[in-house]
Structure formats: C-alpha cells, structure tokens
C-alpha cells in the first residue's frame, strides 16, 4: 500500500457508522465497491448501496439496503453498449447523454440517500457526489479503479481515441502535458450541466469541476496495485493506492442475514453450469479461457466464433464465456460454452486469458498469475492493455484485427512464450500478497 501522506499509527477505534456507498457502472465497476460493502459491515457499520435500479436484487440478495440512483438504463442493453464500446465517442455520449442531463434528479436522490450519513463512498462517473460534499460537509471518499482515472502527466494513459497509436506512451514529457491539456479542454466543453447544477446549489465556478471533482474528496482511493501501475507526484496529496479489491460472491452470500425472501439460494440452472465446468477441466488439460467481461460481452460480434476458429486450428481445450448468447453451437469435445462464470476460481486454471481489458477482468488475471491475450474495446481498456503489455505478462490484438489469422498466431505464441508465463506468474505472487479490501477499508475508517 502506498500513500502519500502520513500514516497514523495508533489503530483505528470503531463505533458502527451510516456509510453510503454510490457507483455506477458494469458488474466490474460495481463488484470492488461490493468487495468494500461486505467488509464494512463485517466490521459493523451500516452500508446502503446507491447504484442502478438494474442491480437491486443482486444487492437485496446480498443482505444491503439498496438505493436506487441515475438514469433507469440497463448496464446489459446492447443498443446503448454498442454506442459505447465500439465508437471513439463512447466516453463522450456516457458523459453527455446518459448522466450529465441527469444531474438534478441524481443530486437530489443522492440527498436524500445519504440524509443522517456518515460518510459517502462514490466511483468516478457519479458527479453530484463532489457537489453533494461541497455543499453539505458530509465526509466522502472517491474510488478510482483504472490508473487512467488520474490522467498523469507523468504516468501517460492511452486514451481511447489514440488507442491506434498505442506507442504514445514514449513521447517526452512536454508532449505528454500537451495531450493532458487537450483532453481536459474536452472535459470543459461537456461540462456546462454541472455549472448550472452548481450555480442552482449556490457553489462557486469550478473551470475544470467535471475532471477534477473525483480528485477532491476528503480521501481518494486507487485501488489498483502497485505492480500494475506505481504512485506518481501528480496524484492528489493524501491518495492511498490499496491494491486491487476483489469481492467474493460466494463468502458474500454466506455472510448475508437472512432476513428476506432476496437471499435466495444458488439456481439449478447456475448450479449445473458450474458442475459441468468442473467435469470439463477434470478431462484435460488447462483450457484457454475466452470472455469480454460483463459489458463488451453484449455487443461480442464475431468474437466468439472467431475463437473457436482459432483453438481449433490449434487443437486447444477451451472455456468460452458467452453472456446470454446461446452460443453451444460452437461446442466440440475440446470447446465448452457457458453463460457465466467465476472468474476467481477458473481463471487459475487456465493455461491463457483471452479478454477485453476492463479493469475487473485484468485484475482477476493478474491475481490468478496466468497470461493473458487483450483485445480492447474501449474507455480503460486500451490503457490497461498497454499496461500488462509493458510488464511483460500480455499480448494485445486490436479489436478490429481480431480475426482467425491473428488470434491462431497470438494464442499460439502466448502460450509458447515460457519467459512471458514466468513474468505473468511472479507477477500473480505479488498481487495475492497484496490485501486490497483490507486497505481501503482502514483509509475509510481513518476518515471516521
């Protein structure tokens, strides 16, 4: 754990606290916020998670007060995550069209929500939660999951628009403070719903207010490892850098109180899925594992197929995680398919990773210590990419240059790459060391 202000040394007295807990996002956004909920109460306070009305269940099955927040659209919908994943512009509709014109209605659920609160935890994308702290003096705490969230001068992002010229990061540091300056010009031009939100509230203009709110909480927390992505001098001063927070539905589950109809027991159908991927990796040996995360999988094209393409002409065993798309037509005797699965317990089992790149899906690949093949699709995951990549323990194919040809020769060569393999595995030692939750939680209570 990194942090660059003083530490006290003195533990922590605990008195159960009120904490709100708001993210918005897909299911690799919101699991890290979970893996935070499941700990807090274990330590006795009170959580009430804020996220999309399309998560209450999953929330209400966790034993959590849950409260709705933003606008009533689906994280599964595969029109709007076609807008957003495979466009250039997708940050800028996520920003322009689907949040920020919600801004009033979002403030005021937030208000509400978090009335008698003791503290507030907020992802980046929930802008009101800046304003929310401003205007009322309630506590909160900012989660950045990606390194990207910070824009470093001196740690440069690939950002989505230039992921084509991957190679950005070698230019020289004017260059790079350059590019940062551009991109918060753009921040600026989106961002004049929050200037008439915080003219409403009664709070002074803020000239950048939409790229540096998240940057202004009383605790900003990078919960990402250190071996993925160091500290740099232009983070805010007080960031903690946690490590990497992985949640654990399962030991969730089981923690939940039983006090309503929600926290319902595993379902056949899930039960059988998990029971015919344990039979499938008893029969042979370690399969690569191919799946775009909670999100992308949704607007997955010719992914899949051209996978298959690819294992076969290889004579690979294969795991494919296909989402909702019945995709068993693909299913030999060395290929399986199924719908979900968890990655904490397969991904050490397998011989490679083929994925998208989102935040979730590296993590869970970098822990399990195996190496992985990204093909980005957009917002971090073009950086992330870059980031395994420069460590040694990825490959990385262009979405648009992901067809049978290319996906045969980069599988191939990751899994006869011994050095790569090596890296990947000293680098999963490393972040299971590491104590992600447990660290975050105690720079929480230390706000308390």
Known sequence: MNDTAARPQEPVTRTQKRIVIASFGSLGDLHPFLALAVELRGRGHSVTIATAPHYADRIAALGFAFAPIGPEISPEDPALLRRLMTTVRGPEYLFRTLFLPHLPQMY??????????????????????PLLAEKTGLKWASVLLSPISFLSAHDPSVLPPLARFGGLHGLPHFAQVALRAMTRMGFRRWSAPLHKQRAALGLPHKANALLEGKLE????????SEHFA?????WPAGTVQTGFAYFDQTAAQEAAPLTHDAAAPVTAASARTAERLREFLS?????????????AVHVAGDFFHVSAGAVSRLNLRAVMITGRTDL???????????????YRTLFPYAAAVVHQGGIGTTA??????????????????PDNAARALRLGVALSLPRRKYNRRHAYYAVHRLLRDEKLRGRAEALGEAIRAENGVNHAVQAIEELL
């Open 364 to 381: 869970e690949a970098l822990r399990a210590g195996v190496p992985s093949l990204i093909v980005p699709f957009n917002f971090d995951q």
């Open 283 to 295: 029969q042979g040996e370690m399969p690569v594992v191919f799946t775009l995360g909670s999100a």
């Open 217 to 224: 909480a009383d605790r900003v927390l990078a919960m990402f």
């Open 108 to 129: 005021a659920d937030l208000e509400r929500i978090c009335a008698g609160a003791d503290l507030l935890i907020a992802g980046e994308v929930v802008f009101v939660a």
């Open 328 to 342: 068993r037509g693909l299913e030999t005797e060395r290929i399986l398919t199924v719908p979900y699965a968890d």
């Open 230 to 234: 160091k500290p740099q001098p232009d």
